[in-house]
């Protein structure tokens, strides 16, 4: 019979925290390639944070062997600067 209570209360406690949980809404996440051909890692980093307030990291271009600075920053925020 304890088993029963114990069960009851743990389902109902478990039932009443999914129920309280509120959606979360997610922010989109953009991407620019700011320099296609000579990534330096201190000045692509230095761009982004200046540019979208964003994280800037260099990654390979495919087939050309170079490095591209790819900024990723969020584009709601980046969005809601442009409005001010």
């Known amino acids: 019979m304890a088993k029963l209570l114990y069960f009851a209360l743990g ?43 964003g994280n800037g990291l260099c990654v390979g271009s495919s087939g050309t062997g170079q490095f591209a600075c790819a900024c990723t920053y969020d584009c709601n925020l980046d969005e809601s600067n442009s409005l001010n």
């Open 11 to 53: 389902f109902l406690l478990i039932v009443s925290v999914a129920l309280d949980l509120s959606p979360v809404n997610a922010q989109r996440r953009c991407t620019e390639i700011l320099d296609p051909n000579n990534c330096v890692p201190d000045d692509c980093k230095n761009e982004c944070i200046q540019k979208h307030n």
